[in-house]
């Protein structure tokens, strides 16, 4: 899905596609989005290392 892609919430996805909750959107959408775990892994390894802008 391009706007999960895209960084857009799960919960926003979610809604603009009429589902009853983001459990149902990740059920569907996670398997073709393999490189969101390594990013997300990334941005935490950031966060942790300091160089966040939180």
Do not use: D
Not at 6 to 17: D, F
Not at 23 to 31: D, F, K, P, S
């Amino acid at each position: 899905m391009l706007l999960l892609a895209a960084g857009v919430p799960v919960k926003v996805v979610s809604e603009r596609l009429g589902h009853a909750n983001a459990t149902i959107t990740l059920g569907v959408y996670a398997h073709v989005m393999p490189g969101m775990r390594q990013e997300a892994a990334a941005k935490f390894g950031a966060l942790m290392a300091g160089g966040g802008n939180g």
